[in-house]
C-alpha cells in the first residue's frame, strides 16, 4: 500500500480515498479564479498545522507579503508564524526573478531542494515556469528533470496551471502527462450565481472517485461535498442528492 499525504482539505482527501500518494506530482488546473492559488495554500498551511509536515512554496506571481494576506483573508491566522518559523519556505516572485538568468535560478532551487527537510511543495502557476524555456522540447526536458528531482527529495508536489477543462476545446498539454494526478477546478455560471466543482480526472497508482464534486470557498478555505456526486452540470439549480427524487405529491399517507 502507498502512503498518502493528506491535504486536510474537507471531503478531498475523501474522494481521493485518503490523500495524494507520497511523492507524487500533482498538477491542478482551472480557469482564472477558480481557486488553484488558495488550494496551494491550503495544502501546506493545513501540512503544517495539522500533520506538522513542512511545506515549500514557489510563486512567479506573487510577493511573499501578497500571499500572506491571501492567507489571512481566508481565515489561515498562522500563516504569517509558519513562514516566520520556516515551516513554510516561500521563493516569491522577487527571488525568482532576481537574477536575469532564468536557469541559474532554476538551479539554484534545485540544489536547495535536494535533502530538503520538508514535505511538501507548491509551484504557482507552472505556466509561467513554462515560459522560460523556448521550445516544447526543451520544457518537457525541464519539466521532467523537475519533477524527477521534486520525487527524488521527498517531496509531495501541487503544481498550478492555468487551463479549463472544457475538452475537448482544451488541448491536453503535456503536463497532463507527464505528472501523477490531474485535478480539475471548475466554476460555472448559474443563473445570477455560479457553481464550483472539483474533479479529479487522473491518478496515478490511486484508485479515486472520478465524479464532479460541488466545491466552496469560504473562511477556512475550500470545502468538497462529497456526497452530492453524480449530478449534471446542466441546469442552474445546486446539485440534488438522490432523497429529493421523486418525492411529493401522493406521499400522504
Ligand atoms: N475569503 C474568501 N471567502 C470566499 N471566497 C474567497 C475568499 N478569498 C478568495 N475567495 C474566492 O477564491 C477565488 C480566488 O481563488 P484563487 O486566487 O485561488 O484563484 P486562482 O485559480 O489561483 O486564480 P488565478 O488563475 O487568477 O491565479 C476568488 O475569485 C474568490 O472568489
Ligand atoms: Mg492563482
Do not use: C, H
Amino acid at each position: 500500500m502507498p502512503e498518502f499525504v493528506k491535504t486536510g482539505i474537507e471531503g478531498l482527501d475523501s474522494i481521493l480515498n485518503g490523500g495524494i500518494v507520497e511523492n507524487a506530482a500533482v498538477l491542478v488546473s482551472g480557469n482564472p479564479g477558480t481557486g488553484k492559488s488558495l488550494l496551494g495554500l491550503q495544502y501546506l498551511y493545513n501540512g503544517v498545522d495539522m500533520f506538522d509536515e513542512g511545506g515549500i512554496y514557489l510563486t512567479f506571481e506573487e510577493s511573499k507579503d501578497d500571499i500572506s494576506q491571501a492567507a489571512q483573508s481566508i481565515g489561515f491566522e498562522k500563516w504569517d508564524d509558519f513562514v516566520e518559523e520556516g515551516r513554510i519556505k516561500i521563493y516569491d516572485k522577487r527571488t525568482l526573478l532576481k537574477s536575469g538568468d532564468f536557469s541559474e535560478t532554476l538551479d539554484t532551487i534545485l540544489e536547495d531542494l535536494q535533502d530538503t527537510k520538508y514535505d511538501r511543495l507548491v509551484l504557482d502557476p507552472l505556466t509561467m515556469f513554462q515560459l522560460f524555456f523556448e521550445d516544447e522540447k526543451e520544457q518537457r526536458q525541464y519539466l521532467l528533470k523537475f519533477i524527477d528531482i521534486l520525487k527524488d527529495s521527498g517531496l509531495t508536489s501541487i503544481l498550478t496551471m492555468e487551463q479549463s477543462a472544457v475538452f475537448p476545446e482544451t488541448e491536453i498539454g503535456l503536463e497532463n502527462f507527464l505528472t501523477d494526478g490531474n485535478i480539475y477546478l471548475i466554476q460555472s455560471p448559474a443563473g445570477s450565481t455560479s457553481n464550483r466543482y472539483v474533479w479529479v480526472a487522473k491518478m496515478r497508482k490511486q484508485a479515486i472517485k472520478n465524479s464532479m464534486f460541488p466545491l466552496e470557498i469560504d473562511d477556512g478555505g475550500l470545502k468538497v461535498y462529497e456526497q452530492a456526486a453524480g449530478f449534471s452540470m446542466v441546469g442552474e439549480s445546486p446539485p440534488m442528492f438522490s432523497e429529493g427524487e421523486g418525492g411529493g405529491a401522493g406521499g400522504l399517507e
